[in-house]
C-alpha cells in the first residue's frame, strides 16, 4: 500500500527566502511522485513530477523537488519565495492498478509568505 | 484554462433537494475520478471511473449517485445531504496507461449544505 506523509501542515516564509516543503513516501513498487498547487477555491496544478526519469526535477514556477530513495523523499523547494507563491501544496504518489492509477495524496502543507 | 471542466462551481441546496455535479473533459482520458476535500482533512476518493465503468467506490454513501454516460462525461448525482458533506468536490482524469502522467483536475464545485 502507497502512502504520504507532509511534513508541517503550514510553513511560513518572508519573500525572497527559500522554500522547502517535505514529503516521505512508501510505496511497494517504483513510484511515480508529483506536487500539486491549489489556490483558494481552486483546483489542484501540477506543478511536478518524478517518472525515474531524472532525480532532480523542475517543475512550473522555478519549484523543483530531488527524489531519494535511501530516504523515500521527493522534497520541493524553490530558492525565493515570491507573494504569488502563497497557496496549498499537495505531494502524490502513484501506483497502477488494473491499467489506471490512484494518486493516494498527502495533507497538504499550506505556504504562507510574508512581505 | 484546466482541460477538465466542472459545473457549477457553486451550489446551495438544502436537505430534501437533488442536485447533480457534472464534470467534462476533452483531453482525450479514459479514467475519471471524483475526490472529496472538506476542511481541515486530506482528500478523499470518491469513484473511480475506467472506461466509463466504474472500478472503485470507497464507501462513499449511497446519497452520492455517480454516473458516466461517456469518456468525456461525468456525473455525481446528490440528494438527501447532511450538512457534513458541505465541501469542495473536485473532478480529474487520466489516461488509463499514464500512470505518470498523474490527474488533470477541475476547478471544483463549492457545495453548501444547509
Known amino acids: 500500500a502507497q502512502s504520504v506523509t507532509q511534513l508541517g501542515s503550514h510553513v511560513s516564509v518572508s519573500e525572497g527566502a527559500l522554500v522547502l516543503l517535505r514529503c516521505n513516501y512508501s510505496?511497494?513498487?517504483?513510484?511515480?511522485l508529483f506536487w500539486y498547487v491549489q489556490y483558494p477555491n481552486q483546483g489542484l496544478q501540477l506543478l511536478l513530477k518524478?517518472?525515474?526519469?531524472?532525480?532532480l526535477v523542475k517543475g512550473i514556477n522555478g519549484f523543483e523537488a530531488e527524489f531519494k530513495k535511501s530516504e523515500t523523499s521527493f522534497h520541493l523547494t524553490k530558492p525565493s519565495a515570491h507573494m504569488s507563491d502563497a497557496a496549498e501544496y499537495f505531494c502524490?504518489?502513484?501506483?497502477?492498478?488494473?491499467?489506471?492509477?490512484?494518486?493516494?495524496f498527502g495533507k497538504g502543507t499550506m505556504l504562507l509568505v510574508s512581505p | 484554462e484546466t482541460g477538465v471542466t466542472q459545473t457549477p462551481r457553486h451550489l446551495v441546496m438544502g436537505m430534501t433537494n437533488k442536485k447533480s455535479l457534472k464534470c467534462e473533459q476533452h483531453?482525450?482520458?479514459?479514467?475519471m475520478y471524483w475526490y472529496k476535500q472538506s476542511a481541515k482533512k486530506p482528500l478523499e476518493l470518491m469513484f473511480v471511473?475506467?472506461?466509463?465503468?466504474?472500478?472503485e467506490n470507497n464507501s462513499v454513501p449511497s446519497r452520492f449517485s455517480p454516473e458516466c454516460p461517456n469518456s468525456s462525461h461525468l456525473f455525481l448525482h446528490l440528494h438527501t445531504l447532511q450538512p457534513e458533506d458541505s465541501a469542495l468536490y473536485l473532478c480529474?482524469?487520466?489516461?488509463?496507461?499514464?500512470?505518470?502522467?498523474?490527474?488533470?483536475f477541475g476547478s471544483g464545485t463549492r457545495l453548501t449544505v444547509v
Open positions: 480529474a482524469s487520466s489516461r488509463l496507461d499514464g500512470q505518470g502522467d498523474g490527474y488533470t
Open positions: 502524490a504518489v502513484s501506483e497502477g492498478n488494473s491499467g489506471y492509477s490512484t494518486l493516494t
Open positions: 483531453l482525450g482520458h479514459n479514467a
Open positions: 518524478y517518472t525515474s526519469a531524472a532525480t
Open positions: 510505496s511497494s513498487v517504483p513510484p511515480y
Open positions: 471511473y475506467s472506461l466509463e465503468e466504474r472500478v
